[in-house]
């Protein structure tokens, strides 16, 4: 059994990280862990950003996710992959990556999630969390090297 920490959609949720890096670094791909509860309607967006500007950005449907699985099933978590078509290019700093929505109303018997780290943490925390609810919300980034 797993057992999942869910930060719920209401508006949007945000999740900032930093890159220390002193080089850019190409983005292959970036791929939040969501939590679908009861197949919610509506269109979700994360968006990747910078001092609020906008870099890039993918949306979805409940039934995209179902198809990703290729599964009729209404609960589900998922790494979704973000189509981000164009090549990204991110340099040491602080982005943010947000979650939003629209046409989607939030309901305990029908919402999306963002999934809580909080077994084998991967992203980077500042300071001690006190309970896994404090923990960042679950995100892969995969850099594009050359051989």
Same mark, same amino acid.
């Given at each position: 059994m797993t057992a999942l920490v869910v930060?719920?959609?209401?508006?949007?949720?945000e999740q900032p990280f930093s890159i220390y890096l002193d080089r850019r670094i190409t983005v292959a791909g970036l791929r939040p862990k969501i939590y679908m509860h009861n197949s919610p309607s509506g269109?979700?967006?994360?968006?990747l950003k910078r001092s609020g500007v906008t870099i890039a950005s993918d949306s979805f449907t409940s039934t995209e996710?179902?198809?990703?699985l290729g599964t009729s099933d209404n609960y589900i978590h998922i790494?979704?992959?973000?189509?981000? &078509?164009?090549?990204?290019? #991110? +340099?040491?700093?602080?982005?943010t990556l947000e979650l939003s929505?629209?046409?989607?109303?939030? &309901?305990?018997?029908?919402? #999306? +999630?963002?999934?809580?780290e909080h077994e084998n943490l991967t992203n980077e925390i500042e300071g001690v969390p006190l309970t896994n609810f404090n923990n960042p919300m679950a995100f892969q980034l995969f850099e594009l090297k050359d051989n």
């Open positions: 930060e719920e959609l209401l508006t949007t949720l269109t979700f967006t994360f968006t996710i179902k198809s990703d790494w979704k992959f973000l189509d981000l &078509s164009n090549v990204i290019h #991110l +340099g040491r700093g602080d982005y929505s629209s046409g989607y109303t939030y &309901s305990d018997s029908s919402y #999306l +999630g963002w999934v809580k």
